[in-house]
């Protein structure tokens, strides 16, 4: 029986998490508007999944863990590109107004995207294939992964405060968020998960209730820039061509 719950857990660790993204990605696909969801979140998810793949090199954790970083890579990879394909047409790299240095994830096509995954994943196999035997770069790197990761609803609880609302981003995200994060502090202390995803997970699901407040207090009705008309949004572009 216990052999049982433990296999169904680990596969509920392994499914679940990218899982979580599924009702998010089709309801930006059904209204054919990214507006809400902060596309940093995919930013963070694949940063810190393919960091937390050459973790798994260093400490071979549970595999269930591995996979899920595998499948939640994969999911974003797909939520970033239908993000970039309904984007609003206020985004910043539509108006051409990013504020960011070499306007960082805020990129005008999904290759671009990709090209510099490739190159963080080539950056971190060359450190690997040189540092992979110290110890101690192992534990900085696990710390990075799952230190990244934990930082994963600080955009949206930014984004969140911004449009003082919540409209756009699902319930259901944010209930598998607060979930799922409570799920995985508590599978990861009774596995005896290594130190990194203990201290991550608490501090992760502290973000998660943060946003469960702001539910409460803003709620989901659009905000203001969600409800220009379309001659605002056309006088808006023709502005920044100027």
């Given amino acids: 029986m216990v052999t049982w719950i433990s296999v169904l857990a680990s596969v509920g660790m392994a499914v ?23 596309r940093d979140v ?21 595999l269930a863990l591995l996979i899920q970083s595998l499948l939640m890579i994969l999911a974003q990879l797909a939520l970033l590109y239908i993000c970039i394909r309904y984007r609003s047409r206020l985004s910043p790299e ?47 790197l696990g710390f990075v992964a799952l230190g990244l990761e934990s930082t994963l609803p600080i955009p949206q609880l930014i984004s969140n405060y911004k449009q003082r609302s919540l409209y756009g981003f699902r319930m259901s995200t944010l209930i598998g968020w607060f ?22 997970a608490i501090f992760q699901l502290s973000i998660d209730c943060a946003i469960v407040v702001q539910r409460l207090i803003y709620g989901n009705a659009p905000p203001a820039t969600a409800l220009l008309e379309d001659d605002d949004v056309e006088q808006a572009l023709a502005l920044s061509e100027e």
């Fill in 94 to 140: 539509t108006l051409g107004a990013s504020a960011r240095p070499f306007a960082f994830w805020q990129w005008a096509n999904y290759t671009q995207y990709l090209e510099f995954l490739a190159a963080f994943i080539l950056c971190q196999a060359i450190l690997f294939l040189i540092l992979g035997r110290s110890e101690l770069f192992i534990s900085v």
């Fill in 179 to 200: 979930g799922g994060d409570s799920f995985k502090t508590v599978y990861f202390f009774l596995q005896g998960s290594p130190l990194q995803f203990k201290v991550c």
């Fill in 42 to 62: 995919c930013a963070i998810l694949l940063l810190a999944n393919i960091t937390r793949c050459f973790f798994w090199l260093g400490n071979r954790f549970e």
């Fill in 16 to 38: 679940g998490p990218p899982l979580v993204y599924a009702d998010q990605a089709y309801s930006i696909v059904k209204k054919q508007d990214s507006t809400g969801f902060s």
